[in-house]
């Protein structure tokens, strides 16, 4: 069977493993969660770019087989070097959902959740060109959720703070009628409730977990590394605190530990 690995700043990335757990159960799967330089958002495109190639290179040399940057920063800051660096191994990137929220909006007014590095990053100017050839007339409203990340991280999910920021965040799009809100950052997920309780219920929210493991299981599938056998082993590792990253995993993806057997352990990644 393959191992997978997942990578991101922090627990964002868990909603990514959560969904390979659903579609892909019966693999090996190793979660990187870089917690000591969490966010990566606020940090430099030069330093995300090296940081993403070093735990890639981490995972394969733990017998990774195929990756996952769970992470839109480090997406639209590595992914091509990245590849261009590994080309032998499968690498999923992660990307906002704005092509299936331009053609599930129905007033064309689409808001965008993500870090200030993916907003500003070259990868999303040219996912916003590539909508030129679509026919659309939506307005997208873009907006960094400064300040989340370390809340989210903290288990800060429901609290009076965190409600205050992301209301703060979501007002111009509330101010300009959104009826799609995109989750730019694999953190945000997990604030969907909150979300949904500042917007409404008649905001849709994309996440694209689902189609990036989708495309997991694609490249799989071309690498004859697609398997189908019983659950395996999830190796949880943190930079930080593994203790507080599998605390963190039983809270929000509890599944995981139902149907697989979870192991855990802090590493130094220079």
Not at 82 to 102: L, S, Y
Not at 134 to 143: R, V
Not at 194 to 203: A, D, F, R, T, W
Not at 218 to 238: D, G
């Amino acid at each position: 069977m393959a191992t997978i690995g997942v990578f991101d700043s922090g627990i964002g990335g868990l909603t990514v493993l959560s969904e390979a757990l659903r579609q892909a159960p019966s693999h090996h799967y190793v979660y990187l969660a870089d917690s000591a330089n969490a966010p990566y958002g606020e940090k430099s495109s030069d330093w995300v770019a090296a940081r993403s190639l070093d735990l890639c290179h981490w995972l394969v040399r733990e017998g990774c087989q195929a990756l996952i940057i769970a992470c839109n920063t480090a997406t639209a800051e590595a992914i091509a070097h990245i590849r261009h660096e590994m080309p032998a191994i499968p690498i999923i990137g992660i990307e906002p959902g704005v092509k299936p929220a331009v053609h599930k909006s129905q007033n064309h007014k689409i808001g965008v959740l993500a870090t200030q590095n993916t907003l500003k990053s070259d990868k999303f100017k040219a996912l916003l060109d590539g909508l030129e050839g679509l026919d659309h007339d939506c307005k997208l409203i873009t907006q960094a959720g400064l300040g989340l990340v370390p809340l989210i991280e903290s288990g800060a999910l429901d609290t009076a703070e965190t409600e205050a920021l992301l209301r703060e965040h979501l007002a111009p799009m509330q101010a300009a009628q959104i009826d799609t809100l995109v989750l730019g950052c694999t953190h945000y997920p997990f604030l969907a409730p909150l979300i949904k309780k500042i917007l409404g219920p008649e905001v849709e929210i994309i996440d694209t977990s689902e189609a990036v493991v989708k495309q997991l299981c694609r490249k799989l599938e071309e690498h004859h590394l697609l398997q189908s056998a019983p659950p395996r082993i999830i190796h949880l590792y943190s930079t930080l605190d593994a203790e507080a990253l599998s605390a963190n995993a039983k809270q929000l993806i509890p599944a995981a530990f139902e149907q697989h057997s979870v192991q855990t352990s802090t590493v130094f990644i220079s």
